[in-house]
């Protein structure tokens, strides 16, 4: 007899399915906490994966083909975040905004591992499913659950048919779309490159693909053929390029050569090592003894340039106005055989007199938008707005460098931007309103890069992730007159 009026009667047979507490994957959590912090803090995923993969290694959770995935699923969802979106908001039924963020981080690295890599569907949900149960609770796994069993019902060319506009209706919208940039992106790059529809998607896609980690052998300090022994030819390849550029087979570890771990050799793209390069050729009228790197950090390009300097017996001041970057710019060029400072000193109002330098490099601050194979998330993070901020400081700062360069010296304006509106316009703007007690001229940079196809008109010159293999690196090289 039941004892409680309007309860019904509890029903007999087998007991209910016990709760199962959800399994960590150390894997995937790993990935979803790379994400989160470039969402939450705006970090970067190539300065946050890789402390986190370390302690992973230590704590004994990971080998190689772990740490692989991980860094797959971290990079690939951040990399095709806005076709992910797309795919998501159509199979859901409020607006993407709606979704709270670390829902919509399950999802799309759930989405990546459906339409962007080999794993098996079933695998591919359930272990999102999983990951939702541990990172966001039952309530919320099931939705995950809910939308990727609606994204596996079809692969990725299916669902851009769907998503993505018809190219002939609105092309740019297509291309943002179906190769994951936004917009105006797709429309800045569009009109730096010029030509049509090939040239930009090629760009794009090379966007999308994982870069060679590349190295230099620093000049003085060693040569790209005792690194190429040092790593193993079957493990390098030489550059394409620069005579001082090594590139690694996928999975190699730089920290785990003697050269790198000495400072003789470091990680530097091969589009970076041009421009150095460039600068150091340029022909001058006069001395060359007193070289500036006037925007030094993180070091890369002042290591570099210390070494063709030391070969001369020139010397070089490397000023980088943040401390903290100062310190890294002095921990690249520590053990350089010539001499060298380092100062911590704003590029804009220079402690150093004018007319003091023969050569001068300011690879001035910008968007960022050549490097996006190595920085994913910048895409999603920089707005067109960024570029008026970035614009007085481009033209201050080539203004500065102007005016540290003697009559017929040379001033190297570099920046890892294609945008039309932090290249060619900061150097027209520049040389335009120049008084006249300080004339300039371009000078031809294509011939000091003998070899290097597609530079572009000139005399400046544009590197091109699919053109180059390397950043899209822009550089102007300017002769004082007067």
Same mark, same amino acid.
């Given at each position: 007899?039941?004892?409680?009026?309007?309860?019904?009667?509890?029903?007999?047979?087998?007991?209910?399915?016990?709760?199962?507490?959800?399994?960590?994957?150390?894997?995937?959590?790993?990935?979803?906490? #790379?994400?989160?912090?470039?969402?939450?803090?705006?970090?970067? =995923?190539?300065?946050?994966?890789?402390?986190?993969?370390?302690?992973?290694?230590?704590?004994?959770?990971?080998?190689?083909?772990?740490?692989?995935?991980?860094?797959? +699923?971290?990079?690939?969802?951040?990399?095709?975040?806005?076709?992910?979106?797309?795919?998501?908001?159509?199979?859901? !039924?409020?607006?993407?905004?709606?979704?709270?963020?670390?829902?919509? !981080?399950?999802?799309?690295?759930?989405?990546? %591992?459906?339409?962007?890599?080999?794993?098996?569907?079933?695998?591919?949900?359930?272990?999102?499913?999983? +990951?939702?149960?541990?990172?966001?609770?039952?309530?919320?796994?099931?939705?995950?659950?809910?939308?990727?069993?609606?994204?596996?019902?079809?692969?990725?060319?299916?669902?851009?048919?769907?998503?993505?506009?018809?190219?002939?209706?609105?092309?740019?919208?297509?291309?943002?779309?179906?190769?994951?940039?936004?917009?105006?992106?797709?429309?800045?790059?569009?009109?730096?490159?010029?030509?049509?529809?090939?040239?930009?998607?090629?760009?794009?896609?090379?966007?999308?693909?994982?870069?060679?980690?590349?190295?230099? #052998?620093?000049?003085?300090?060693?040569?790209?053929?005792?690194?190429?022994?040092? @790593?193993?030819?079957?493990?390098?390849?030489?550059?394409?390029?620069?005579?001082?550029?090594?590139?690694?087979?996928?999975?190699?570890?730089?920290?785990?050569?003697?050269?790198?771990?000495?400072?003789?050799?470091? @990680?530097?793209?091969? /589009?970076?090592?041009?421009?150095?390069?460039?600068?150091?050729?340029?022909?001058?009228?006069?001395?060359?003894?007193?070289?500036?790197?006037?925007?030094?950090?993180?070091?890369?390009?002042?290591?570099?340039?210390? /070494?063709?300097?030391?070969?001369?017996?020139?010397?070089?001041?490397?000023?980088?106005? %943040?401390?903290?970057? #100062?310190?890294?710019?002095?921990?690249?060029?520590?053990?350089?055989?010539?001499?060298? %400072?380092?100062?911590?000193?704003?590029?804009?109002?220079?402690?150093?007199?004018?007319?003091?330098?023969?050569?001068?490099?300011?690879?001035?601050?910008?968007?960022?938008?050549?490097?996006?194979?190595?920085?994913?998330?910048?895409?999603?993070?920089?707005?067109?707005?960024?570029?008026?901020?970035?614009?007085?400081?481009?033209?201050?700062?080539?203004?500065?460098?102007?005016?540290?360069?003697?009559?017929?010296?040379?001033?190297?304006?570099?920046?890892?931007?294609?945008?039309? =509106?932090?290249?060619?316009?900061?150097?027209?703007?520049?040389?335009?309103?120049?008084?006249?007690?300080?004339?300039?001229?371009?000078?031809?940079?294509?011939?000091?890069?003998?070899?290097?196809?597609?530079?572009?008109? /000139?005399?400046?010159? %544009?590197?091109?992730?699919?053109?180059?293999?390397?950043?899209?690196?822009?550089?102007?090289?300017?002769?004082?007159?007067?």
């Amino acid at each position: 007899m039941n004892d409680q009026p309007g309860r019904p009667p509890r029903k007999q047979g087998k007991p209910g399915k016990p709760h199962r507490r959800p399994k960590k994957d150390p894997v995937r959590f790993l990935a979803f906490e #790379a994400l989160r912090a470039v969402d939450e803090r705006d970090a970067y =995923a190539n300065l946050v994966l890789p402390p986190l993969l370390r302690k992973a290694r230590d704590k004994g959770d990971f080998d190689a083909r772990d740490a692989a995935l991980a860094t797959e +699923l971290v990079y690939g969802t951040l990399r095709r975040q806005g076709t992910y979106d797309a795919i998501v908001a159509a199979c859901i !039924d409020r607006p993407l905004r709606e979704v709270d963020p670390p829902v919509l !981080d399950v999802l799309n690295m759930g989405v990546h %591992q459906l339409l962007g890599t080999r794993i098996p569907t079933h695998a591919a949900v359930s272990a999102s499913v999983e +990951l939702a149960r541990v990172v966001l609770g039952d309530g919320r796994a099931k939705f995950v659950n809910a939308v990727l069993r609606k994204v596996a019902a079809d692969d990725l060319d299916g669902w851009l048919e769907k998503v993505a506009p018809p190219y002939d209706e609105d092309a740019e919208e297509h291309l943002a779309v179906v190769h994951s940039h936004p917009r105006w992106v797709v429309s800045a790059l569009w009109d730096s490159l010029g030509g049509g529809r090939a040239g930009i998607e090629d760009l794009l896609e090379a966007d999308n693909e994982r870069p060679e980690v590349t190295l230099v #052998a620093r000049p003085g300090r060693s040569t790209a053929d005792e690194l190429l022994d040092a @790593v193993g030819e079957e493990s390098a390849l030489p550059g394409r390029w620069s005579p001082y550029a090594v590139r690694l087979s996928e999975g190699g570890e730089p920290g785990a050569i003697e050269a790198v771990r000495e400072g003789n050799a470091g @990680v530097q793209d091969e /589009g970076s090592q041009l421009v150095a390069v460039a600068l150091a050729n340029a022909p001058l009228e006069g001395r060359d003894e007193k070289w500036l790197d006037g925007c030094a950090g993180p070091g890369g390009k002042a290591a570099m340039l210390a /070494g063709l300097a030391s070969q001369r017996g020139a010397a070089v001041l490397a000023a980088e106005k %943040q401390p903290h970057r #100062a310190r890294l710019v002095a921990q690249a060029l520590r053990g350089n055989p010539g001499p060298y %400072q380092v100062i911590a000193a704003d590029g804009t109002r220079p402690p150093w007199q004018p007319g003091t330098f023969d050569r001068v490099l300011m690879d001035v601050p910008c968007t960022g938008l050549g490097a996006l194979r190595r920085r994913p998330e910048a895409r999603w993070r920089r707005r067109p707005e960024d570029l008026d901020g970035f614009a007085p400081l481009q033209r201050g700062l080539l203004r500065t460098a102007l005016e540290s360069v003697r009559v017929g010296g040379v001033v190297g304006y570099a920046t890892c931007s294609p945008h039309l =509106a932090e290249t060619r316009a900061v150097v027209d703007d520049v040389l335009k309103h120049l008084d006249g007690a300080a004339g300039a001229e371009l000078i031809d940079a294509r011939p000091l890069l003998p070899g290097v196809p597609a530079l572009g008109e /000139g005399p400046d010159i %544009q590197l091109w992730p699919h053109l180059h293999g390397t950043d899209a690196m822009y550089l102007a090289l300017i002769r004082r007159t007067a």
